[in-house]
């Protein structure tokens, strides 16, 4: 098994001694959450908050010792996106202004805008989130929010099984082409799918062995808590709430002054 199994999301993380580094997870985790739902209430034809949730971002990112080159690679996910928003200009309607001879509606304009920005400082936040705390810590600090036990507990799953039934593909794939197998021909469609449902039963009995040993364990759907670690204090809660407040008054600002 390959050492992303092990540490999952380890791709994503920073190694750092920094105060957002040692943070309580859950504090960071709904300090996140918050900073996106005040991002996406936002008002649609109002931009300059954004300038002030980029200088908040960019502290926490200073002190969190997280390259600005390697944050911002991250964006490079919501390219196919933004080929879609790239259209509102042209389908929406009401008043617009010609650029070489092309008429852009504003609506459009201002939809575009707002939703490629909101996107975009949705995902510097989790990008900050994603770089502080390990995958398996931002599980534990949803438990610690009371997220229910069905979401976290198939979350933890998830991610750490995911490379395991990604190397099971790649030897049934390999067994496939070993046998002379060729997906990219139509009438060998057949073969592709008794392969994923090989994909399926070996992932459905591999759950059952792991629960079945999970259970004779003491496993009641949740994590123990000496593995959610204890209570935020309130000192840390405030400190991670910083960030979010500043959101909250530039938000609010907006919306005041629209």
């Not at 580094?21 to 109002?46: E, N, S």
């Not at 929406?92 to 939703?115: D, E, F, K, N």
């Not at 009371?146 to 190397?167: C, D, G, H």
Request: charge should be positive.
């Amino acid at each position: 098994m390959s050492g992303a199994a092990h540490n999952p999301g380890a791709d994503l993380l920073i190694p750092a001694d920094t105060p957002l580094h040692r943070a309580a997870p859950q504090c960071k985790v709904a300090a996140t959450a918050l900073c996106i739902l005040l991002v996406a209430c936002t008002p649609r034809d109002t931009y300059w908050p954004y300038l002030g949730y980029a200088l908040a971002l960019a502290v926490a990112a200073y002190i969190a010792q997280i390259p600005a080159a390697m944050l911002l690679r991250r964006l490079v996910v919501e390219i196919p996106f933004v080929f879609f928003v790239v259209l509102l200009p042209f389908l929406a309607t009401g008043p617009a202004i010609h650029v070489l001879g092309v008429p852009l509606a504003i609506a459009g304009l201002q939809s575009g805008a707002s939703i490629v920005l909101k996107a975009s400082f949705g995902l510097l936040a989790t990008g900050v989130l994603a770089a502080t705390t390990p995958l398996p810590e931002v599980i534990t600090g949803l438990e610690r929010l009371r997220v229910p036990k069905i979401f976290t507990a198939v979350a933890s799953f998830m991610i750490r099984y995911v490379e395991v039934l990604n190397s099971e593909l790649n030897r049934l794939r390999t067994a496939r082409a070993c046998r002379g197998a060729d997906p990219r021909w139509l009438w060998q469609a057949r073969d592709t799918a008794l392969c994923v449902g090989a994909l399926f039963v070996r992932a459905f009995e591999r759950g059952e062995r792991v629960y079945l040993a999970m259970a004779s364990r003491g496993y009641e759907g949740s994590l123990p808590a000496t593995l959610t670690g204890e209570p935020a204090k309130r000192g840390t809660w405030a400190a991670a709430l910083t960030v979010p407040t500043i959101f909250a008054a530039l938000t609010a600002t907006a919306w005041a002054t629209t």
